[in-house]
Nanobody, 124 residues
Framework: QVQLVESGGGLVQAGGSLRLSCVAS????????TGWFRQGPGKEREFVAA????????FYADSVKGRFTFSRDNAKNTVYLQMNSLKPEDTAVYYC?????????????????WGQGTQVTVSS
């Protein structure tokens, strides 16, 4: 079992930055594919960024490419999502997720473990 806890959300003005953290316990997170997803008001959960367990280059949704950066600190069993140039449409609850399955990492269905989410609100 992997337990995931996100933090770092908050209220920020458009153009601002936030860094989200996701701390894992129970297992070594670097042995899992790890992803960030978000769910805005009245919307379905959507893919933001992910990386494979092998530590390959992260890949991103087109909507956040060039603004968000996925990173990990294996010593802390933690992954991060640095979010710059935030826009009101980035407002959502952000979740981290982990999986050891083979599949399309942009699809939420392949992830077995999810955090509780952290709210990000971007004001215009």
């Amino acid at each position: 079992q992997v337990q995931l806890v996100e933090s770092g959300g908050g209220l920020v003005q458009a153009g601002g930055s936030l860094r989200l953290s996701c701390v894992a316990s129970g297992r070594t997170l670097s042995n899992y594919h790890t992803g960030w997803f978000r769910q805005g008001p009245g919307k379905e959960r959507e893919f933001v960024a992910a990386t494979t367990w092998s530590g390959g280059n992260p890949f991103y949704a087109d909507s956040v490419k060039g603004r968000f950066t996925f990173s990990r600190d294996n010593a802390k069993n933690t992954v991060y999502l640095q979010m710059n140039s935030l826009k009101p449409e980035d407002t959502a609850v952000y979740y981290c997720a982990a999986s050891r399955r083979v599949g399309v990492l942009s699809q939420p269905g392949i992830y077995d473990y999810w955090g509780q989410g952290t709210q990000v609100t971007v004001s215009s």
